[in-house]
């Protein structure tokens, strides 16, 4: 089942104004008249894609009514090739400290026997088999080492010996306003 897209670039159905198809098509897209100055520029434009062969010809007909010439154009199928990058080489696992008396040795790896055919699907899977590890062994991966952030101070200065750290103060208010031709009249 193919796949389809209309394109339009601004050609008009033989007899129409390109007023009344712009006025059409503003309505249909219920878009601006910059939005659709754009589609008249003369350069290809796709109204919509991915359709079916039938919706890609109702969109066809309505805007042959409308006055506008559309092309419907199968679309063809986007393969892209990737190269993936090779998997990064494992890392040595660090040296984890042991307590005294503790085995460093890996623990045997656990082998499964299917009771069932629901269980024959972790007949293949590789595990450790924690149950018989040595206790006092460590089962848990060794934490990464963590780096301290880093703070540029460059910028920053200490205040001078003596200096006070407090908010910086305020100038002090002008002179008071000149209220001496005001007068409280007593209302009775």
């Not at 659709?36 to 890609?56: C, H, M, P, Q, Y």
């Not at 419907?72 to 080489?89: K, Q, R």
């Not at 200490?158 to 103060?169: I, K, L, N, T, Y």
């Amino acid at each position: 089942m193919g796949r389809y897209e209309i394109a339009f670039s601004g050609q008009l159905v033989a007899g129409a104004r390109m007023e009344l198809v712009q006025a059409n098509l503003a309505r249909l897209f219920q878009a601006d008249a910059q939005r659709i100055a754009t589609l008249f520029s003369g350069r290809r434009v796709i109204l919509k894609n991915n359709l079916d062969e039938a919706s890609a010809e109702k969109y066809r007909a309505t805007l042959e009514r409308a006055g506008a010439l559309v092309d419907v154009v199968p679309m063809e199928p986007v393969i892209e090739e990737v190269e993936l990058a090779p998997p990064p080489e494992p890392d040595p696992e660090p040296a984890r400290p042991v307590a005294p008396g503790v085995s460093t040795a890996m623990p045997p790896r656990l082998q499964v026997v299917p009771r069932d055919e629901y269980m024959a699907a972790f007949a293949g899977v590789d595990a450790p088999d924690f149950g018989i590890a040595p206790v006092g062994a460590d089962l848990q991966d060794a934490k990464p080492e963590v780096q301290p952030p880093r703070f540029d101070f460059s910028a920053l200065s200490v205040a001078p010996v003596g200096s006070d750290m407090g908010q910086a103060r305020t100038p002090a208010a002008g002179p008071p306003p000149d209220t001496s031709h005001l007068k409280l009249e007593e209302r009775r």
